[in-house]
Each structure stands twice: as C-alpha cells, then as structure tokens.
C-alpha cells in the first residue's frame, strides 16, 4: 500500500513543478506535462485508496491513524480529481487555480504517506513487542 504512495508522491511534485514553470514561463507544454503527471497520480493514489478502504473495512478497530489515513487519503484523491478536471480546461484557464490545487493535492499527499508509514511502523512495533513479550513469559 505505501509502495503505491511512493509512486503518488513524486508524480504529484512533477505537476506542482511543472504548473510552477508554467506559471513562470507560459509555455503551453508545462500544461500538459501536469495534466499527464496529475493523471498517472491519480492512478497510484487510486489504487492506494482501494487498499486503504481494504484495511479499514478489515481493522478491529475502526478508528485512530486506519481511519485518519483513509480520510487524508480520500481528500487527497478527490482534490486530485478536481485538479485533473482544472488541468483539462484550455491552458490559459489553469492558472491560477491549478497551481493553488496543485500545492494543497501534493501537501496532502505527503501527509498521506506520512501516515502510512507510521501506519506500518506501528505495526512492525507491535508485531516486535508481541515476539518480545512472548518469548519472555
């Protein structure tokens, strides 16, 4: 799951990159670039999504970091989607919004990883503790 993350992340920093240039340059081509880098986005957080509404739906306990990452996860996405929708509109109409959705979708990403990760530390913790406290007992 957060190897679909690590693949979102970089994806969304290319399109906020390049909505950057754009703004910068206004060369047309920086416009499709994130289009096609939002999109591709779009696919892996997507599919993490999946699996996080998976593990929540499967999860003892429904709420704490399982839930809070499904949700960030889930902003994520559906700002993600309404950024592809900004980028589809003609080029000159992008800006300046598709750079201001750009900034909040990669944001939110990173916070998505984040709690992924320290979603599956925590597990790895756990998983420890329980070898440790009974190998001890």
Known sequence: MTILLAGSVPLFLGAL????????????????????L???GELFSGLALLFA???LLRARRKAG???MYFVVLLA????????????AKDAWAVMPGGL????????????????????RADVRVDA????HTGGIQ
């Open 38 to 40: 939002i999109a591709g």
């Open 100 to 119: 201001i959705l750009s900034i909040v979708v990669f944001i939110l990403v990173c916070i998505s990883a984040w709690f992924g990760l320290a979603a």
């Open 128 to 131: 420890t503790n329980r070898v």
């Open 65 to 67: 970091p399982v839930l």
């Open 53 to 55: 509404l998976v593990n």
């Open 76 to 87: 994520t996405w559906v700002l993600g989607l309404i950024n592809a929708f900004q980028h």
């Open 17 to 36: 990159l390049s909505d950057i240039a754009y703004h910068n340059t206004y060369q047309i081509q920086w416009s499709n670039f994130a289009s096609w």
